[in-house]
């Protein structure tokens, strides 16, 4: 992280900094969320707010997904959920699912037609899948430079995945961040 060259003197006891992409902590018993913040407005002021369910891509059982409120008066954003991996914000799609739909259609050379054969999806999505990625690929190959998920969001799934799915829809549907 980008804050520990900041603190490096071990001897002293620091408070850690409200950093805005830690939605959600951890504790030693184990329990899944302590505390969660808004990814918008990053107040801790967020109570539990329903559920929805979600298609897993290797199980036959969905997953349910937690959706949380932000009681800020002044959030722009009322609800959001923080969604845990292999699932993308608003696209519907996996990470796994993105980069084979690359590797087929632009590294194979593969038609849409095989591709859609492949995936089992019709041909208008793996149009619009197409569109995407080549948004996608160009902008995962930058930022897995820079970013603190590094060139692999999956391989340290609890501490990467929240900050991963943030960039992502930040980055790529800039105008559900706007603030009206």
């Known amino acids: 992280m980008w804050y520990i060259d900041i603190i490096s003197d071990n001897s ?3 408070n850690t900094p409200l950093i805005m992409h830690r939605l959600s902590e951890n504790n030693a018993s184990g329990k899944e969320e302590q505390f969660v913040r808004c ?7 967020t109570i539990r707010y329903g559920r929805y369910q ?5 199980e036959p059982e969905q997953v349910s997904v937690q959706r ?7 959030c722009p954003w009322k609800t959001f959920s923080i969604l845990p991996y292999p ?10 699912t993105l980069f ?6 632009n590294l194979d050379k593969k038609t849409q037609a095989h591709t859609a054969r492949k995936l089992v999806l019709t041909r ?6 197409a569109t995407f990625c080549q ?6 190959n930058t930022e897995k430079h820079i970013a603190p998920w590094g060139p692999n969001p999956e391989a340290d799934q609890i501490r990467f995945w929240i900050d991963f799915t943030r960039d992502f829809s930040q980055a790529l549907y800039p105008k559900r961040w706007a603030v009206s």
């Open 12 to 14: 002293i006891n620091h």
């Open 39 to 45: 990814p918008h407005c990053a107040t801790p002021l």
């Open 54 to 58: 979600r298609n897993h891509p290797e």
């Open 124 to 129: 208008g999505v793996v149009k619009r899948l």
């Open 135 to 140: 948004r996608f690929i160009p902008w995962f």
């Open 100 to 105: 084979f739909f690359h590797c087929l259609l």
């Open 87 to 96: 699932f993308l914000p608003i696209v519907r799609h996996f990470l796994q």
């Open 68 to 74: 949380y409120r932000c009681k800020s008066p002044y």
